[in-house]
């Protein structure tokens, strides 16, 4: 029984069309998808919808990815920090597919539920599918509460590893130019999100089968009724590092964000007595303080003031993670 494995397709919903038009829809082929269906590209929502589409036309597995898991994180709200990674990981790239012309967004029941179902991982005698990889250890040691985290977020601790497992993992979530084999791992991330492909392989024969991305990268935001900002702000306090040319890093925490622009003020006493940042200052760092939701930033200091309660600084940012 062949199985398809298709990489993370971000919201390319074009491309996902067509490649699954050349996969078979009888029982005897398994398609497995490994996750990040949403965010970035411009058709998560429709994404979604095709996946629910599908399930119902043919044996299809569907297994979460660490979006699918910061979209549920966001739409639970109950997290600040959790609420801030899904927006700036690309999260209003797919608020913006359920949006009206004022920036309101619904998510429809059954889209949060399809979130709540995904799968962790998927095996057969000889394959497992995961969307980033798995920890350090036997597969049958595996526990879904505890090696959650890393089997949505490992990167190099499990592409760089020379443990052989029990079975060939299958997983995306990195992306590579074109799919990588080696004798314990296969990635079928071929970066459509980002202007590459967007591929199946399928099993065991090793055929490849890919599309192209179809259109360009454009921004698509969340848009305000009556402001000519092109995102919406979200409130919160996110950890912020900010690495100065001459002063070294800088410690900061958010007081609104949005996926273009922050705005900043000093977390500590000694950092709010003095102006630390320029107007026009290029600046970069890093957004979060964990293993997990760390966003390199780049951009400039758009204006900087001061209040009552120290220095307070605005950034407009181009995400990079």
């Known amino acids: 029984m062949p199985i398809f494995a298709i990489g993370d397709v971000h919201g390319c919903a074009e491309e996902l069309v067509e490649l699954l038009e050349r996969i078979p829809r009888d029982d005897d082929a398994t398609v497995v998808m490994l996750g990040d269906y949403i965010d970035r590209g411009p058709s998560s929502r429709r994404v979604l919808e095709i996946l629910m589409e599908e399930k119902q036309r043919r044996r ?18 109950s997290d600040p920090g959790r609420v801030a990674r899904f927006i700036l990981n690309g999260g209003s790239t797919t608020l913006a597919d359920y949006a009206d012309d004022d920036g309101a967004w619904v998510i429809p029941a059954e889209h949060a539920r ?23 250890r036997a597969l049958k040691e595996l526990d879904k509460v505890r090696d959650r985290d890393e089997m949505l977020w490992i990167r190099r601790a499990f592409i760089t590893n020379t443990r052989k497992w029990e079975k060939r993992i299958v997983h995306g979530h990195t992306p590579v130019n074109a799919v990588e084999l080696s004798a314990t791992r296969i990635n079928v991330d071929t970066a459509c999100a980002y ?3 967007l591929t199946a392989i399928e099993l065991p024969s090793h055929r490849i089968h890919s599309v192209p991305r179809k259109t360009g ?20 306090s996110v950890p912020v590092t900010v690495h ?6 800088l410690v900061f925490e958010t007081l609104n964000y949005s996926e273009i622009g922050m705005l900043l003020r000093a977390s500590d006493e000694d950092s709010r007595v003095k102006q630390s940042l320029q107007k026009g200052d290029a600046v970069k760092g890093i957004v979060g303080d964990g293993d997990s939701f760390r966003v390199p930033f780049a951009g400039r200091v758009a204006h900087a003031r001061k209040d009552a309660d120290g220095w307070q600084y605005g950034l407009a940012v181009e995400m990079q993670g």
């Open 217 to 236: 990268l454009r921004p698509h935001f969340l848009r305000e009724k009556g402001s000519r900002r092109a995102a919406v702000r979200f409130l919160g």
């Open 114 to 136: 399809f979130l709540d179902e995904l799968k962790l991982w998927h095996e057969t005698d000889e394959y497992f599918f995961v969307h980033a990889g798995v920890p350090d």
């Open 60 to 77: 299809m597995v569907t297994l979460a990815g660490n979006h699918e898991e910061m979209m549920r994180e966001f739409l639970d709200g």
């Open 195 to 197: 202007g590459g492909f």
């Open 244 to 249: 100065h040319e001459t002063l070294g890093p």
